[in-house]
């Protein structure tokens, strides 16, 4: 009886510490300053052990011409990062406007480096914004 229960409590303590490891390996890792960075909407991610944390606040406008779709203007993607849980940043994604892609707030410069996914004529348009993630990279001034 008392084997029994020895091999019931060993194969427990086993469960429980192989549980504590998935969720270890779950965690992401901290990111670094000048890397890209990816997050969906409403996402955060701490930068450098957490001297930054940045996250995907808002899609706010997602006018891109649609893959198949013959357009007048290229159309563009703007988001919003929140910085801090205090300060925002506006970035945009527009063909041949790099410059509206990168913003800088209290000595950090954020750039916005992709969009995705991209729509797509076959999709039904506009797409939701709980589909959006971003790639971006912070680096310190």
Request: one cysteine or more.
């Amino acid at each position: 009886m008392k084997t029994m229960q020895l091999f019931i409590f060993i194969l427990g303590a086993f469960f429980t510490f192989t549980a504590c490891d998935e969720k270890r390996e779950e965690t992401p890792t901290d990111n670094k300053f000048g890397e890209p960075i990816a997050l969906e909407l409403g996402a955060s991610s701490d930068i450098q052990a957490g001297e930054l944390t940045i996250s995907f606040d808002k899609l706010v406008e997602d006018s891109r011409c649609p893959n198949g779709v013959d357009c007048i203007w290229q159309g563009q993607a703007a988001i919003q990062i929140l910085v801090n849980e205090t300060s925002t940043v506006d970035l945009i994604m527009q063909a041949g406007k790099e410059d509206l892609a990168t913003d800088t707030l209290d000595n950090y410069i954020y750039t916005l480096l992709d969009v995705s996914p991209y729509p797509d004529i076959k999709d039904d348009l506009p797409l939701p914004a709980e589909v959006y993630t971003i790639e971006v990279q912070v680096d310190k001034l």
